[in-house]
């Protein structure tokens, strides 16, 4: 990561930590080189949040809504933090391609298959581009449990799942794969959940 980044995260970190504290479990479950980290969003502070609770060493990047950087000081920082714009609702070609040249680059692509903020399971269909940028890249996906709603100084845990590679049948995902593939990630995120409960969290 950048430096710009590391300094943000070293400076973040403690001060988040203390608004927002939240506990990570599974860590040891983001592979070595490239992985997509499919997470649910329930919450405009996930992305920040996952990023303070994950090693500061470990290179993200952040696939982000294009309205976010129609503010020239917004998109100047949040693209050193490590983000780029997708078009939500489009087939958005360049994004697709950053995407897929930071996996191949072994760095770690954060996205959202909801693809919107929702705050229960089933209130958005999961969108196919994590499991487009999976099979075309080869690396695997790892599915990220981030929580409910954030409120200040409620305890809350992100969990990282087992990471795992769809099987598809041919060299790319059919329509119906793809969209069958997106709907068993998210049941593999929201299950993560239980996870939390059972710990007693």
């Known amino acids: 990561m950048s430096r710009f980044y590391r300094v943000i ?26 992985a997509v980290l499919c997470c649910n969003h329930a919450s405009a502070w996930d992305p920040v949040l996952l990023a303070i609770r994950i090693p ?5 990047r952040f696939m982000a809504k294009a309205e976010l950087f129609q503010n020239p000081i917004l998109a100047w920082l949040i693209r050193k933090l490590g983000a780029f714009p997708v078009h939500r609702g489009s087939n958005d070609l360049g994004a ?3 995407a897929m040249k930071c996996l191949q680059e072994g760095q770690k692509l954060v996205v959202f298959p909801e693809g919107t903020r929702v705050a229960e399971e089933g ?24 929580g409910g709603p954030k409120r200040l100084f409620r305890r809350d845990t992100i969990v990282f799942g087992s990471p795992y590679q769809p099987v598809i049948a041919g060299r790319r995902p059919t329509p119906e794969e793809n969209r069958e593939i997106a709907e068993k990630l998210m049941e593999r995120i929201y299950a993560l959940k239980g996870t939390v409960c059972d710990a007693g969290n």
Not at 56 to 60: G, H, I
């Open 56 to 60: 500061r060493t470990v290179p993200l």
């Open 9 to 34: 995260h070293m400076i973040l970190r403690p001060l988040l930590y203390l608004l927002f504290p939240i506990s990570a479990e599974g860590l040891e479950n983001i592979p070595a080189g490239g």
């Open 123 to 146: 209130d958005a269909s999961a969108k196919g581009g994590a499991v487009v940028l999976s099979t075309r890249t080869g690396v695997p996906m790892v599915p990220v449990y981030c």
């Open 96 to 98: 697709m391609k950053t």
